[in-house]
């Protein structure tokens, strides 16, 4: 009866052992509040192949903070018509999106449901970058050059437009229908100049030590100041389960503010998460970034309606859209966590 009792007991220490070594991290980190609950599975999808826009979100689910909301997050890559088309269908419950690429999902009879819940990057960051030697520093230098375009009708006028807005002619520049997908290497190629977002491509740039020129298009036109990225979720899942939403929302937010006091370590994280990223690129992009992800804002994650507008009244002015998109469709600042709450 001894030796029966001793092995029930070793048994019964066996379990033990086992269930405080199961879970992942996120859900051990989560706290004692979430201890006997079952999380809520949330699929978020990217709008590319990891970088330091979503860092936030692996923050979030490696501290916990989506567990401590009772939710279990599962990221996942976008198939090749976006992440917008997933959101939209219900697929993934969030996603990322850029304000451009949404212009197109909102001006048709039948505009997707879906909407931005969260700016990542309260400013953006893109701009035309170009070797140093063609001494391309402002717009109108693209005259006589080329530009590797993904042939998007927006991408294109924007182009145009600062060209225009410089005092240049836009004729004068060659359009090449190019995927570039390495700016860097593009630009030491047959290629003269690419649209990049800096935060990334241009600070590859520095760190491969490649000696380039760099203009930012809102230093030109600040109708172009408008929201890249931005997070996205369905207006089905915003109606019915708005709980859920404001969850997502106030973990991503908190693991955006950690990386933002804690870029290093972000970094790391990061890094942890997708081992085949450059660390050196990771964490001079991740410093860029710290005091930009929240920028001027009175918070990070807030839109402002005027930007936001203004910048969708210039594509339905120049007819770049099918139609013109109402004043505050597509976003919302209702799940942003309350100050001091």
Known sequence: MKKFKGLLLLLFAALVLTSCQGGNNST?????????????????VLDWTPNTNHTGIYVAQ?????????LNLSIIQPPEDGAEALVASGKADFGISFQDVLAAAFSNDNPLPIQSVCAIIDHNTSGIISMKDKNITRPKDMEGHNYASWDNPIEQAIIKNVIAKD??????????PSTATDAVSAIQSNIDTVWIYYAWDGI???????????????????TFDYYSPVLISNNQLIEKNPDKVKAFVKATVKGYEYAMEHPEEAADILCKANPELDKDLVLESQKWLASRYQGDAKQFGYIDPARWNNFYKWLADEKLIQKP?????????????????
């Open 62 to 70: 490696e501290k916990g903070y989506y567990a401590d909301e009772g």
């Open 28 to 44: 051990k980190e989560a706290g004692a509040s979430q201890e006997g609950k079952d999380l809520e599975d949330v699929q978020f």
């Open 167 to 176: 005092g240049g002619d836009p004729s004068k520049l060659e359009i090449i």
């Open 325 to 341: 998109i109402e004043e505050n469709h597509g976003f919302t600042n209702d799940f942003l966590p309350k100050e001091n709450s």
């Open 204 to 222: 590859a740039a520095k760190v491969k030590n490649v000696d380039t020129n760099y203009f930012s298009f809102i230093d030109i036109n600040p």
